[in-house]
């Protein structure tokens, strides 16, 4: 996820029928360009005798198949909301991706393998005029098609296009061998077109790795980027001063445009339920209206302007940065009962730091006891990406909230 999929999910009705209507018309493209070169690499194949030139026109024909697929992906993901989908349809453009990067892995297998056997058992190679043209013609479509769909995917922030984008590289890359090869041998006689082949298996292979790997992440929810993060997090402290802080802020990708998230929001406690509800109220609503973005807003109250509370954050956040300079502690909460006085706070853990949920606890307890030994603490540990370890606070004590 980053700052361009937020732009896309603010397009409007029309906008939408826009990116859906090109993402269509650049993959008939694919096909028509894919079509032509495969007749006529299958042609020149059999009229020059050449097994490699005809295998390289049904590795064409695959090609449209992909391209057919780019295009009916971008017509099932652009359907509307249902019953059975409640989040719609755009992971079908990372699903289109993965079944591209799926014939490249085949075509790349089968390359690695031929190429194998070429060099056990290297062949002459063909350099007839027929030849030449063949190749020079592919590596002109090809590469149109790379740059095509490039400025598509820019524009579309299209996995599809991307993936399609990736294809035609691995294609210009093959074919560049091919007539590096084929030259090589036609000059000088030397034959490398087995080892030349197995190192463009090689590139194609990880070229379809690299984009299975980035479609199952996103299917499986790989977290935003740091630039679309600080975005929201920008926007939502720029909305009002009464809002004093922001964490927990949870995005969730369900495809191009589709972007859903909830944050935790801390504003002064002297607001009361009504004003703090109306004022989230109309954040969300405006994240939706100017992104095209579900947001879920829950108020944290933050005692603000108080002697004692700002003593207490500043210790706590001295005690966080000697233990770690990325540690993070917010929510902060004071109560008071008629036998205690209770400090309650969250601790968000760094992924590198090693230390115990307990040890960080403990190291908390021993700095604020130092100072403030009247207060009973109550601590949430937080780990990124791991289940939160918590100090239930008992429900049934008579709490008064610490307003000033």
């Not at 056997?117 to 590469?143: C, E």
């Not at 130092?370 to 780990?383: C, F, G, N, Q, S």
């Amino acid at each position: 996820m980053n700052l361009q999929e937020l732009k896309i999910a603010a397009q409007d009705g029309r906008e939408a029928r826009e990116r859906k209507s090109q993402g269509i018309k650049a993959a008939m493209l694919g096909i028509s360009l894919n079509i032509f070169l495969a007749v006529s690499k299958i042609l020149a194949g059999y009229l020059s005798g050449s097994v490699a030139i005809s295998a390289d026109g049904w590795n064409n024909v695959s090609d449209a198949f992909s391209s057919l697929v780019t295009m009916l992906s971008f017509v099932y993901s652009s359907k509307p909301a249902d019953q059975e989908h409640p989040f719609g349809h755009a992971r079908a453009e990372y699903i289109a991706s993965s079944i591209i990067a799926l014939g490249m892995l085949v075509v790349g297998l089968a390359l690695g393998r031929h190429s194998i056997q070429r060099i056990i058992t290297p062949q002459d190679l063909d350099f007839g005029v027929l030849s030449f043209l063949s190749l020079g013609v592919s590596i002109a479509v090809k590469g149109f098609l790379y740059l095509f769909y490039c400025r598509r995917d820019r524009h579309l922030c299209s996995p599809a296009m991307r993936a399609s984008a990736k294809d035609s590289l691995a294609d210009v890359v093959t074919t560049l061998a091919v007539l590096f090869s084929t030259i090589l041998f036609a000059v000088w006689g030397i034959n490398v077109d087995g080892l030349t082949g197995l190192l463009v298996s090689v590139f194609i292979l990880w070229s379809a790795i690299d984009i299975m790997r980035n479609m199952v992440n996103r299917l499986m929810g790989s977290p935003p980027s740091k630039e679309l993060e600080q975005h929201i997090v920008d926007e939502i402290l720029g909305t009002d001063p009464r809002i004093v802080g922001l964490h927990d802020l949870l995005l969730h990708d369900y495809g191009p445009g589709n972007l859903h998230a909830s944050a935790h929001v801390e504003v002064d406690s002297k607001l009361s339920f009504v004003s703090a509800h109306l004022l989230l109220d109309r954040i969300e609503r405006k994240f939706y209206e100017d992104y095209g973005l579900d947001i879920v807003l829950h108020a944290d109250p933050t005692t603000v302007k108080d002697p004692l509370s700002d003593q207490l954050s500043e210790l706590l956040h001295k005690t966080a940065c000697d233990i770690d300079p990325n540690l993070n502690v917010h929510d902060l909460q004071q109560f008071e009962t008629a036998t205690e006085y209770i400090l309650a706070f969250d601790i968000s853990l760094p992924d590198n730091l090693t230390q115990s949920d307990d040890d960080i606890r403990d190291k908390f307890r021993a700095a604020v006891k130092a100072k403030y030994p009247e207060l009973t603490l109550y601590i949430a540990v937080e780990r990124a990406y791991q289940t939160s370890s918590k100090e239930q606070i008992p429900a049934n004590i008579d709490v008064i909230a610490k307003d000033s």
